[in-house]
């Protein structure tokens, strides 16, 4: 089925300091078609489609909207085009009701009445019920984003984009989004569609354009292809054979078997009977797309979820109902992924969250009181060896750039002397340079005799990390296999989709 | 039909809604700020600002009505010191608050000299004694003077400004969440600044009544912590404007009632009398905060914080 044309884009190029994050980027979208733009996490994705709405500006290249040129400058500009985007964490506001939610993102809204009229209209005619005198406070992740998605679809748009949409949302929910945007794209309205997650892209898309570290590498028709040859084109056959590190393999340091906990996050994913042992000098990778219980297993982990006694065993010692203090009295450090709130208190200085998790394992109370002087030497030693770019170690943690602080945290964490390791996305929004820095201490920690776990969505860096690799799948993890050896064909059917295990026996 | 050993409760509703002027003035005006996601502690400040700004202008021209307007000015002006180092140079907000009060004070006792034994022009009553002499409608209905209506009047407005209108959506936007409202386009301190210098006019308007109508004359430190009132009656209100009315109202009606038992001679010490208002003002506020719990007591979920646009 041809299609007039309505988005080109042309050699698209977009650099931030220190990164190229699109590298002549082209494709085009017709009127009515739904396009996935695929892509790891750090691929360039989300810039792209900044760059459609008007948010960030191309470096170079060209946009052409209905074959005439299409430069937006602001949102506003894009908007008034026929360019509508749903964001991935949404701008709504939590005391006001839906109808004045919807009644600030426009530009002319009509009278209040008249509006909630309107939006129960569309919402009714899109199968996305919605009462538009409701607190958006009260609402589900899933009915705020029909919120968004109404909101776009009262200016009639051409092109809805939409950044990973199906993040927050239950299954249940992503089927009724599914028939709204098929409903849409049968009207005419072209959807760009952002994600990494192959099967939703293959039930829904008819195009995709596959991007790896800023460039085009693929343009296809999902439906005729597999999950697998999607998640290879993503992830990529120019794999260097990661350099294995000689080394006997010790005792086990962390066991773990058939442990089960439900989600304390909302819609977040239970673990269901994962078991796994990490040998001292081992490193264990952890892959799966996000979501899929990468967070629980590191609150698991690090104590903060608590299971049965002998689930968690460090060092033979079951720890299991144990809290995070005692677990890193008793070996474990761990890292968790969101640096701002999670692993560092924004608004303390270095030195203190240094004190935060290194007080315990390095001694840093006397008699009961901080040992700010020794704190202090710490914080500097960290700040030194992975080269951390601050003014000094009094700042705020929150003032250091997400990459910054990534390499003080990580530094943290490693250069306790721990003898497990657990890290959740070591590198993520950090540059190549550190990236490169930070494996590289991974690794050291391993050869001294640590075992350490990293759960990553990069594969190719758990593949130049790790010495066993696994992947998380709704929950479960799959059995550890040696990284030696391991194709790409393999890790594509591990991987591949909500059903990965059952295609690889059909396919075997 | 008097009680209470004296006090007569026409004359008593008649003489609070008068005396609740100021605070109800000050209370509107801060409701808006606050709204905004603007937390101005200078309330004070600016209303005794507006004291002597309305009673210099007053005096020198003859005109109670420009004496008010002159009073609107001088706290809008001062506000406008607030808006710039919490806007501009995002300060802290309390702390600015307060330096603003004791500036406010400190600026309007230098100011103010020369001004002491003076008597302001009349602000009289607005409508013909005709309809004031009527029984009991007459004192409180009709009885009043101009700023009494308008303080009325303004509460109205802004009740439907904020419920009815965009602007007035878009100042609640405003102060619940100034990211998604930067990330929608709107000009988040510049909305923020214009909410404070309205602020600042309100409360600088009822500073003047307090100069020109309720003492009449200049004093130092003429407001006596009504700026402070104010600021727990938006609270007690909940941010929202008729209930501003009530809550001024009460505690106006406080205020008179322990004047009336003063002169009718109560057993009841002077001293206790005085700081009954205030006692039952914290009182209040207690007990309205204990009875509701996290987001339900509708203050905007943005107050006191600064916005920055990092992009």
């Given at each position: ?8 884009v ?7 300091p ?62 008034r ?21 919807v ?26 019920p ?15 984003q029909?919120?968004?998605?109404i ?52 039930s ?17 028709t ?37 442990l089960?906990?439900?989600s ?57 109902d ?26 303390m ?117 790790a010495d066993?690799?696994?992947v ?33 026996h059909?396919?075997? | ?60 021209t ?8 002159g ?41 103010g ?71 929608l ?27 020109l ?27 929202r ?25 109560s ?15 914290i ?22 914080q ?6």
């Amino acid at each position: 089925m041809t299609r007039p044309e309505l988005l080109r884009v042309e050699g698209i190029t977009k650099a931030y300091p220190g990164v190229v994050a699109n590298s002549d980027v082209s494709f085009s979208i017709g009127e009515g078609e739904i396009h996935a733009l695929l892509g790891e996490n750090g691929a360039g994705k989300s810039t792209m489609v900044k760059m459609i709405y008007g948010l960030v500006r191309p470096d170079s290249g060209q946009m052409t909207l209905r074959g005439v040129p299409y430069q937006p400058g602001k949102p506003a500009e894009a908007r008034r085009l026929g360019v509508a985007m749903v964001f991935q964490h949404f701008s709504l506001f939590e005391a006001l009701n839906v109808a004045e939610n919807v009644a600030l993102g426009m530009e002319n809204p009509p009278p209040m009445r008249e509006l909630a009229a309107k939006i129960r209209a569309v919402s009714e005619e899109y199968g996305l019920p919605l009462d538009p005198s409701r607190m958006v406070g009260d609402l589900s992740a899933g009915e705020r984003q029909r919120v968004e998605i109404i909101r776009c679809l009262l200016q009639d748009p051409k092109l809805l984009i939409m950044d990973e949409p199906t993040s927050v949302l239950t299954p249940q929910e992503v089927e009724i989004l599914f028939k709204t945007l098929r409903q849409l794209s049968s009207e005419g309205t072209a959807i760009l569609y952002i994600s990494h997650k192959l099967e939703e892209i293959k039930s829904l898309c008819d195009e995709a354009t596959i991007l790896r570290r800023g460039k085009v590498v693929a343009t296809c028709t999902p439906r005729d292809r597999t999950a697998r040859e999607m998640a290879e084109l993503m992830v990529g056959q120019a794999l260097k054979t990661p350099e294995r590190r000689l080394g006997a393999k010790g005792e086990v340091a962390l066991g773990v078997s058939d442990l089960s906990v439900a989600s304390p996050i909302p819609f977040g994913t239970a673990l269901k009977g994962v078991s796994f042992t990490v040998a001292k000098g081992e490193v264990l990778g952890i892959a799966g797309v996000a979501g899929n219980g990468q967070d629980e297993l590191l609150l698991a982990l690090s104590g903060e979820l608590k299971s049965a006694p002998d689930k968690v065993r460090i060092l033979s010692q079951p720890v299991g109902d144990l809290g995070p203090v005692e677990r890193r009295r008793a070996g474990l450090v761990a890292a968790p992924e969101d640096r701002y709130g999670h692993a560092a208190a924004p608004d303390m200085s270095l030195v203190e969250n240094a004190f935060l998790t290194a007080g315990v394992r390095k001694g840093l109370t006397k008699n009961g009181f901080v040992d700010w002087a020794g704190t202090r030497k710490f914080a500097e030693e960290i700040i030194a060896a992975y080269d951390v770019r601050t003014p000094g170690p009094d700042v705020a943690a929150r003032a250091l750039s997400g990459g910054n602080l990534q390499k003080f945290l990580m530094g943290r964490e490693l250069m306790q002397g721990a003898s497990v390791i657990v890290i959740n996305q070591p590198t993520w929004g950090v540059d190549a340079a550190a990236a490169a820095q930070i494996r590289q201490s991974i690794l050291d920690r391993a050869g001294e005799g640590a075992a350490v776990v990293v759960i990553s969505q990069d594969l190719d860096e758990l593949l130049e990390v790790a010495d066993s690799f696994a992947v998380l799948n709704e929950g479960r993890l799959t059995k550890p296999r040696p990284t030696e050896g391991l194709t790409m064909d393999e890790i594509g059917l591990m991987m591949g989709g909500a059903h990965g295990m059952e295609v690889a026996h059909h396919v075997a | 039909m008097d009680f209470l050993g004296g006090i007569n409760p026409v004359i008593l509703i008649a003489t609070l809604m008068a005396s609740a002027v100021p605070i109800l003035m000050a209370a509107l005006g801060e409701t808006v700020v606050e709204r905004a996601g603007v937390l101005n502690l200078g309330v004070e400040g600016m209303m005794v600002i507006g004291a002597l700004g309305g009673f210099i202008v007053a005096v020198e021209t003859g005109s109670p009505v420009l004496g008010f307007i002159g009073g609107a000015a001088a706290g809008a002006a001062l506000s406008l010191i607030f808006a710039l180092l919490t806007q501009v140079f995002l300060a802290n907000q309390v702390a600015t608050g307060l330096a603003l009060t004791l500036f406010g004070l400190g600026v309007s006792s230098l100011g103010g000299q020369g001004y002491n034994g003076i008597k302001p022009p009349a602000t009289g009553q607005l409508l013909p004694d005709a309809l004031a002499d009527l029984p009991v409608v007459g004192p409180i209905v009709f009885g009043h003077d101009w700023m009494v209506y308008f303080s009325i009047a303004m509460t109205a407005v802004l009740w439907w400004v904020l419920k009815s209108t965009r602007i007035g959506l878009i100042i609640r936007a405003v102060g619940e969440s100034h990211e998604a409202a930067h990330a929608l386009g709107y000009k988040v301190n510049r909305i923020r600044l214009m909410c404070i210098a309205f602020g600042g006019a309100m409360a600088g308007m009822g500073g003047a009544y307090v100069s020109l109508v309720r003492v009449p004359q200049w004093v130092d430190g003429i407001t006596a912590g009504a700026g402070w009132i104010a600021l727990a009656i938006v609270v007690f209100a909940s941010w929202r404007p008729w209930r501003v009315l009530i809550g001024a109202y009460l505690f106006g009606g406080i205020t008179v009632l322990q004047l009336n038992l003063q002169v009718a001679g109560s057993g009841i010490p002077v001293e206790y009398l005085s700081m009954a208002p205030y006692l039952i003002t914290i009182l209040v506020l207690v007990i309205m905060s204990a009875g509701r719990r996290g987001k339900a007591n509708g203050a905007p979920a943005a107050l006191g914080q600064n916005f920055h646009a990092s992009r």
